[in-house]
């Protein structure tokens, strides 16, 4: 009988090993299939795998399984958790497009280098009530095209905000408080949707040079709106101004040029010292650097009839008076005093 290779290699190991030493032909037999079978299933297991050289560039490493790398896609933003939000290059934490109301927490993560959010490709329609209240981190805020209300607080005491643009969006009603104490910020824009400036929403912002109100539909300056605003200088109001309210402009001691442009003289709130006590709208104002331009169109009357409402509103002195229009911007005033036109 003729035995095959692989037999003949499993029957002369078994030999040298004594496994066979006193069997029947019928037990070597036996022995012989299971040992054939067993090899053949090895030899196949060890053919299948695949036999990579440790210098083989082929093979695949550790680093490079997807298991052992975090995937960067996997990071998850949150609608409604501001520690998911992405970060801009100037420190600004970037709200989703699919935003729709502020957290009530917001304020909590302008902190550290993050000094500002941006809300611009949101779909806000408010600032709620106290939203970032005290929040002395917060530098800028850049707002979207759909908001209209601004509420009570809600940028009170941010000492650090440096200037407010709502001049792209829907904005008609600024609340209560809604900027008393920033005290850094010096530039505010305004749209012309804008029709409310509630009582003291400026109250206190000692670094405002200068407010441009003519193209609002504002009706009323509210009580206390810009009180103690100790920097502003130049303000424009609308034709559309029928109120000038009880201490509206009190102690704006650096205001030098106030604008009046609409086709009647308001009703400016009188200084009283008998009940009711009330502070005039332009309490504490030092009239000698301050000239009051009025439209080309008034006659002496309507000229006598502001004389006379601004000596009751409590300012100190007697201003300058002048038929004048509002430059097409506040900064063409200072460029004129600097050179002294």
């Known amino acids: 009988m003729r ?11 078994a030999l ?17 299939n299971s040992s054939s079978s067993s090899s053949s299933s090895s030899s196949s297991s060890q053919a299948s795998r695949p036999n990579h050289d440790d210098n083989d560039s082929s093979a695949p490493s550790s680093s490079s399984s997807p298991s052992s790398q975090p995937d960067s896609s996997s990071s998850q933003v949150v ?26 927490s917001i304020k909590n993560y302008i902190t550290g280098d993050i000094t500002g959010i941006d809300l611009s490709a949101t779909e806000i329609t408010t600032i709620g009530d106290d939203a970032f209240n005290s929040c002395n981190t917060l530098t800028e805020i850049i707002l979207p095209e759909t908001l209209t209300t601004i509420k009570a607080g809600a940028f009170q005491s941010c000492s650090n905000l440096t200037s407010i643009n709502l001049k792209d969006t829907k904005v008609t009603t600024i609340e209560n408080n809604a900027f008393t104490g920033c005290t850094s910020l010096a530039t505010v824009n305004l749209p012309s949707t804008v029709t409310k400036i509630a009582n003291s929403a400026f109250w206190g912002c000692t670094n405002l040079t200068s407010i441009n109100l003519e193209d609002t539909g504002i009706e009323t300056i509210g009580v206390n709106t810009f009180n103690e605003c100790t920097s502003l200088a130049n303000v424009i109001l609308p034709d559309t101004v029928e109120k000038i309210e009880t201490a509206a402009f009190q102690s704006c001691t650096g205001l030098t040029d106030l604008f009046f442009t609409s086709a009647t003289v308001p ?31 008034w006659n002496d009357t309507k000229i006598q009839e502001l004389k006379d409402a601004i000596l009751a509103s409590g300012m100190k002195g007697t201003p300058n008076y002048s038929a004048g229009s509002p430059p097409a911007t506040l900064s063409l005033l200072d460029a004129a005093r600097l050179f002294g036109l």
């Open 267 to 297: 009703e400016i709130v009188e200084k009283s010292d008998t009940f009711p006590v009330a502070a005039g709208a332009f309490l504490g104002v030092d009239a000698a650097k301050l000239t009051i331009y009025y439209p080309s169109t």
């Open 16 to 32: 040298a090993a004594g496994a066979l030493t006193g069997c029947s032909w019928e037990e070597f037999l036996e022995w012989l």
């Open 79 to 104: 609608t409604d958790d501001p520690s998911t939000w992405p970060h801009g290059d100037n420190g600004q934490l970037v709200a989703p497009d699919t935003l729709e109301e502020l957290p009530s």
């Open 3 to 13: 035995i095959r290779r692989p037999i003949a290699l499993i029957l002369s190991a």
